[in-house]
């Protein structure tokens, strides 16, 4: 119970105390930490692919990865997130580079939010369309700070932190996605 | 004078605190016409990650990951030699006890007797009870097997607590006390913990309940999750969107084989059935990413299939409505509790099916009906 406390009140609790128990693979604070940066790191693994299925895997796959790593000495010695959401980062970018992705492919229906679009909006859906596919053409350090910023929600900080990059790096890095993603979308209805 | 980025983050920020588009631009006029389509932009970016996250998602991972912990440090005690003789000499064992059985009428001399969940031979020693249990047709000295193993999957727990091993385990027994946290189950110490998944009826003393979860080297049983347990061993069904996981259905009630309680060390899909129970608005700590609803579409294991119906009498779990209605596989729980969840239900059921919940609150019936089971590892009077 201590570790959740520890893990859930500060931002960066007393990371050695968990990072030491984390190569151990201690039970406890394995299942603290997944408990803590699952939502997160599912969230911005789904953000980037779009499918519930390989998001699943994918997220497990981070954190095994931590387990390897930490057991082999390897792991983060420090800021936790940044190394979770870094090599969900890396995981995605090679899961894209294989599975190839023709820029006009059409995503199927299932895969568009109608859960948060009222029921028969057909402009709606083809917003949605529009944007997942400009997302999709995005370099993958644009969809990078874009997940980051507001599929996951971070804050600016919290972005730069991740990215280990200053806070006015990644002011422009957001601005040029944002601009990117608006010129797709441009060319998707032209 | 502002640059253009941070005008955006300063938008974007005004935003998030919940101002229009248009408000946050009043503050840079100069840069309205250039940041205007990008912030409009942006609420859709952040529209489209709000969906919740499933709640089945995040216990299967758990579950997978902490599997995957528990045998990283199995690992590291292996000597090379073992992982390399576990590929070949482990299925040649479990040929040759098979042959050795089907072809003598003793052939009880079994070196894996005394091997625990995680150990070398461990596999060995259950199919060697599998294979004892399918060649004893006398239901009677079946149902001794029966009681047999499931007081050996007990042993085989003390003993790992004694040794201070960490090891996933599953096992069911009576509940029989609740101190805060420390709950004894089937004589096994068990700890329950802010993240452990308890089923929405509360338990007491007395009922069935399945554990699962992993041995701690201090002496309990780290839960994971606690499912209760009806007379009526229901079975969580196939599922559409669960068939490629969730496959090997640890059924936590044995009914007839022994091999339901599966110790997940055993278990390749490392999911150890985490979604038999799961009324997923129990868990404090899993507040934000609740969705019974989401279950119901998408998980079908549907939660309380059945096993919410041992409540005491008052089975006013909605979430027993949405368990049925999808039909999502479970149909063995749909006998069990409809829609009117309350002790009227309940002894209608019980009419119909003499394996039936009702456990908790037709006291002397309850009895009985446990008795019928083959979970007989309890008294029954």
Request: net charge negative.
């Amino acid at each position: 119970m201590g570790i959740w406390v520890l893990m859930h009140t500060a931002e960066n609790p007393d990371e050695a105390q968990v990072l030491a128990g984390l190569q151990a693979l201690d039970t406890q604070i394995v299942g603290a930490i997944y408990d803590r940066y699952f939502p997160e790191v599912y969230r911005y693994v789904r953000y980037r692919l779009d499918d519930e299925y390989t998001a699943e895997d994918v997220t497990s796959e981070v954190f095994v990865r931590l387990l390897e790593a930490a057991r082999s000495g390897r792991g983060p010695k420090s800021n936790l997130k940044s190394w979770l959401l870094s090599t969900a980062s890396h995981i995605i970018t090679d899961y894209l580079r294989r599975a190839y992705r023709h820029p006009e492919q059409s995503i199927p229906e299932e895969l568009l939010d109608a859960a948060y679009s009222p029921l028969g909006e057909i402009e709606h859906r083809e917003k949605v369309r529009a944007f997942k596919q400009a997302y999709a053409q995005l370099t993958p350090e644009q969809q990078h700070v874009l997940a980051l910023r507001f599929g996951v929600g971070y804050s600016i900080e919290e972005v730069a932190t991740i990215m280990k990059k200053s806070t006015n790096a990644v002011k422009v890095l957001q601005f040029r996605a944002l601009a990117a993603l608006q010129r797709k979308i441009k060319e998707y209805y032209d | 004078m502002t640059d253009l980025y941070t005008a955006l983050e300063k938008c974007l920020q005004a935003i998030e605190q919940g101002e229009s588009v248009e408000q946050a631009l009043s503050v840079y006029p100069e840069f309205a016409e250039e940041l205007y389509p990008l912030l409009e932009l942006s609420l859709q970016a952040r529209n489209l990650g709000m969906r919740p996250i499933p709640d089945a998602i995040r216990r299967r991972g758990r579950q997978r990951v902490l599997e995957h912990a528990a045998r990283l440090r199995q690992n590291t005690q292996d000597t090379l030699l073992w992982s390399f003789l576990s590929l070949w000499v482990r299925p040649a064992l479990l040929f040759g006890l098979a042959f050795v059985l089907l072809f003598s009428s003793i052939g009880l001399i079994n070196g894996s007797a005394s091997a625990l969940p995680g150990d070398y031979l461990y596999p060995v020693k259950r199919t060697w009870e599998n294979l004892r249990l399918s060649l004893t047709f006398n239901p009677q000295e079946r149902q001794l097997l029966i009681s047999r193993f499931e007081q050996e999957r007990l042993n085989e727990i003390e003993e790992l607590l004694a040794r201070g091993r960490v090891v996933p385990i599953t096992f069911s027994g009576l509940v029989e006390s609740m101190m805060g946290e420390q709950w004894l189950v089937a004589g096994i110490p068990v700890r329950i913990t802010d993240s452990t998944r308890l089923p929405q009826a509360p338990i007491s003393e007395g009922m069935l309940v399945a554990v699962q979860g992993i041995t701690h080297r201090e002496g309990v049983v780290e839960a994971f999750e606690v499912q209760l347990l009806s007379a009526n061993t229901s079975q969580p069904g196939e599922d559409d969107d669960n068939n490629n996981r969730d496959n090997s259905q640890n059924e936590n009630n044995d009914n007839s084989e022994n091999d339901a309680n599966e110790n997940s060390e055993q278990d390749s899909n490392g999911d150890a059935g985490n979604d038999n129970n799961g009324n997923s608005d129990n868990d404090g700590s899993n507040n934000d990413e609740n969705d019974n609803g989401d279950d119901a579409n998408g998980n079908g294991r549907n939660e309380s299939d059945g096993n919410g119906d041992v409540n005491d009498g008052s089975n006013s779990d909605g979430s027993n409505d949405s368990n049925d209605d999808s039909g999502n596989g479970n149909n063995a729980g749909d006998d069990n509790g409809m829609s009117e969840n309350d002790s009227h239900n309940n002894d209608a059921n019980d009419s119909n099916n003499d394996n039936d919940n009702g456990n908790g609150d037709d006291s002397g019936e309850s009895g009985d009906e446990d008795c019928n089971e083959e979970h007989k590892n309890e008294s029954c009077s």
